[in-house]
């Protein structure tokens, strides 16, 4: 939802000046060109194309009073490090830091003939009106009756919303002035004035595309990204600077194309950048010969033993086969596995098998002598055995014996490895 705004009442007694004035007769405010220029392009570049972009500012204000009008003549920055984020809250140094600027600041004015008007602050968020942080800064350090707090809005068409307002020493309160000052960069000479106001909302209509600082001039002055920006807004680089220019060089000055890029962007990229490097780090030391074993013999020692490995044995003629799953946990790296032989006319015979034997799953031998029972034993840990055991039918009666000599299957009968 687009924000309404009412006409702004500027008048121009020359063809640099503007003046301001609020509805009630509260303050009329004279202000030059130039420095509504410069304060605008300090708190635009301040919320859209600093390296810190997204940042609220503030300054003093100051320059001659009269019955008629308050002349503003120029401003110098008020010293913030956003310890308490990007809003523009003092800390006590920094509130140390301005009494000093004030002290020193009234001096050098008193000799000029001028004096300290009062202070503006930049919003990124929420409304144009006074926080309580405001407010108390203004009572410690503006308490001056009619001192000003223009409390300035950037938009990214380049315009700056001003809701001004009038300190009232009786009531220690600060009055709100009508209607909105719009301080708006593409503003016409005195006889086409009131076109300025027009061609804000016909930018803000337009689509907007981000700020492109590579398009900037050198100079101080911040041009909005409206390809249709007259050349008589524009101040010409021999134009005198009012004073504080000094303290806006830092906003002033043009950042590069990184810039532009979100914070969050860049933090979600670190991320994943961190996240991709710890996973092939995690991979590759699970696949390592040395940290493999050591998270096997973890997890095998962890978990409890299978009930079963699914063991199976077949007597084909003369080739003895056994089977199993080699697939189980209880096969990952464990302290000795080995196959159990038991015949009814001999002594057992004990196979070990290594652990990759183990893993593949089966084992083959030639034998004549037909067991009674195989019997796979696994110790996965210690104090921890795994058993299984198949049992072969009983032999029947008219059945030939086996020759006394055969024999047992043993290591020395295994297939050669594949």
């Not at 859209?48 to 003549?73: I, N, Q, T």
């Not at 194309?257 to 991709?276: E, F």
């Not at 799953?361 to 002598?369: D, E, I, R, V």
């Amino acid at each position: 939802m687009s924000e309404k705004r009412t006409p702004a009442e500027l008048e121009s007694l020359e063809a640099d000046q503007i003046v301001w004035a609020a509805s009630n007769g509260a303050v009329r405010i004279l202000a030059s060109k130039p420095l509504l220029e410069e304060i605008r392009a300090a708190v635009y570049r301040a919320r859209f194309g600093s390296r810190r972009a997204g940042v609220e500012v503030g300054g003093v204000l100051y320059g001659r009073r009269s019955p008629v009008a308050v002349d503003l003549r120029g401003w110098v920055s008020i010293e913030c490090d956003w310890s308490f984020g990007p809003s523009f809250h003092l800390s006590d140094r920094e509130q140390g830091t301005l009494a000093c600027l004030l002290d020193g600041l009234a001096e050098r004015l008193r000799s000029e003939g001028n004096e300290v008007l009062g202070w503006f602050v930049s919003r990124i968020r929420g409304e144009r009106a006074a926080t309580p942080f405001d407010i108390d800064l203004h009572q410690h350090f503006f308490s001056t009756t009619g001192s000003l707090l223009l409390v300035l809005q950037p938009r990214r068409e380049g315009d700056v919303w001003t809701a001004v307002h009038v300190y009232d020493s009786a009531s220690r309160q600060l009055a709100p002035c009508d209607p909105l000052w719009v301080i708006d960069p593409a503003q016409l000479p005195a006889a086409e004035r009131h076109a300025a106001s027009s061609a804000a909302v016909a930018r803000r209509g337009r689509a907007r595309t981000f700020f492109d600082e590579r398009q900037q001039p050198t100079g101080d002055a911040i041009l909005p990204p409206s390809p249709a920006f007259p050349a008589a807004a524009r101040p010409s680089g021999n134009a005198r600077q009012p004073r504080g220019s000094r303290a806006a060089a830092p906003l002033s000055q043009l950042g590069s194309a990184w810039d532009s890029v979100p914070h969050n962007v860049w933090l979600l990229l670190a991320l994943g950048i961190v996240l991709t490097i710890g996973g092939a780090a995690w991979l590759w030391l699970f696949q390592s010969d040395v940290v493999r074993p050591l998270l096997l013999r973890w997890t095998s020692s962890a978990s409890a033993p299978p009930r079963s490995v699914l063991l199976t044995a077949k007597l084909d003629r003369d080739r003895l086969s056994v089977e199993w799953d080699g697939r189980s946990s209880v096969f990952l790296n464990p302290m000795s596995v080995e196959l159990v032989f038991e015949f009814a006319a001999a002594p057992p015979t004990r196979v070990p098998l290594r652990p990759d034997e183990a893993q593949r799953g089966y084992f083959t031998t030639l034998t004549s002598l037909p067991p009674s029972r195989v019997t796979m034993i696994v110790i996965p840990a210690p104090e921890r055995e795994f058993k299984q055991t198949v049992s072969f039918p009983a032999a029947e009666s008219g059945a030939p014996a086996a020759p006394a000599a055969a024999a047992p299957p043993g290591p020395s009968n295994r297939p050669p490895k594949r």
